[in-house]
């Protein structure tokens, strides 16, 4: 078969952003074994999350106003999405 292979994370919406703290992940599906990274624009990492198994993530950012870069890992999928935090 040739064509574009469907992503375990391309129906993957983050909202709102840019946000106050507290922001939504919907990951359009049930995932398993999902790895989150949020780094500030330094590649410092300000928090990591594992989960076993879900569609929908709720994540805070403690740190202040700057721009983000949230890092989702599933199956071996890696996805990066900017969050500004405003």
Not at 9 to 22: A, D, E, K, R, V
Not at 51 to 78: H, K
Request: net charge negative; charged share 20%; aromatic share 6%.
């Amino acid at each position: 078969m040739v064509g574009v292979k469907e992503t375990s994370l391309s129906n993957l919406s983050l909202y709102p952003n840019p946000t106050s703290g507290s922001f939504n992940i919907n990951l359009g599906e049930n995932q398993q074994n999902i790895k989150a990274a949020l780094t500030n624009n330094l590649g410092q990492v300000i928090l990591t999350r594992k989960f076993e198994a879900t569609d929908f993530i709720n994540l805070d950012i403690d740190a202040p106003s700057d721009l983000y870069f949230l890092q989702l890992e599933v199956d071996g999928e890696v996805v990066t999405k900017k969050i500004i935090k405003e």
